[in-house]
């Protein structure tokens, strides 16, 4: 039962590069989000996916785009890399709409962008 | 807009003390009170959680005190133990209609000394 699984767990990027940032859950879970860890700062939704086909805007969004074509994949990609991207990039997953199950955070993406 | 506050932002306790750490939120509306446990190098995972209708939840040796009329909820670990050492994030979940969104504090460094 591998749960949520992110890759890769680190990577450097240079201003203006872009990359995609992998999630994968296997729990048939509806429900997935993509989180920014800063230090001090806690976590940030970024966006948020309730089902196949439909994602949404979070709290900070700019400079990130994301799809969902399955139930399983939540890709997030960065276009035009920015030092203010660098952080640590958690995707999480939850069983319902409520928040009672939790939800299911993958170990997480270290991005430096130089 | 800093919707929940946690404080304080590091805490050194002692084996077999108590460790205390407070959260304050604003919106009203907030349906629910997770707390996260994370340890270096993983994602949170859920540690408790609470109801506003209820005053307190206890698991094991730890136990969420809630005011709502104050608007703050705490976590308290008794009897802590160094395998305790982690960050602590309490959070607050809104029903959006489509989702459950969680807005997180600012985490806890929490460091248990023998």
């Known amino acids: 039962n591998a749960g949520v699984t992110q890759t890769p767990k680190f990577r450097i990027l240079k201003i203006g590069q872009s990359m995609t940032l992998q999630c994968t859950q296997d729990m048939n879970h509806n429900y997935m989000y993509w989180y920014r860890q800063d230090p001090g700062m806690g976590l940030k939704l970024i966006y948020y996916?309730?089902?196949?086909?439909?994602?949404d805007k979070g709290e900070v969004p700019n400079g990130y785009n994301v799809s969902r074509s399955t139930t399983e994949d939540f890709p997030l990609r960065l276009e035009l890399a920015a030092p203010s991207q660098t952080s640590v990039y958690f995707c999480?997953?939850?069983?319902?709409?409520?928040?009672?199950?939790?939800?299911?955070f993958g170990s997480g993406t270290r991005l430096t962008v130089v | 807009q800093q919707q929940v506050k946690q404080s304080p932002q590091s805490l050194i306790v002692q084996k077999g003390g108590i460790s205390i750490i407070n959260c304050a939120y604003e919106n009203t509306a907030f349906d629910y009170f997770p707390w996260y446990q994370q340890f270096p190098g993983k994602g949170p995972a859920l540690l408790i959680a609470i109801r506003p209708d209820v005053s307190e939840k206890k698991e094991g040796r730890f136990t969420i005190s809630f005011n709502k009329s104050a608007k703050q909820f705490s976590l308290h670990i008794m009897d802590s133990q160094p395998g305790d050492s982690a960050t602590y994030f309490c959070?607050?979940?809104?029903?959006?209609?489509?989702?459950?969104?969680?807005?997180f504090g600012t985490g806890t460094r929490l460091q248990v000394t023998l």
């Open positions: 999480a997953s939850s069983y319902s709409k409520g928040p009672y199950y939790g939800y299911t």
């Open positions: 959070a607050a979940s809104l029903n959006t209609g489509t989702a459950s969104k969680l807005t």
């Open positions: 996916s309730v089902g196949a086909g439909i994602t």
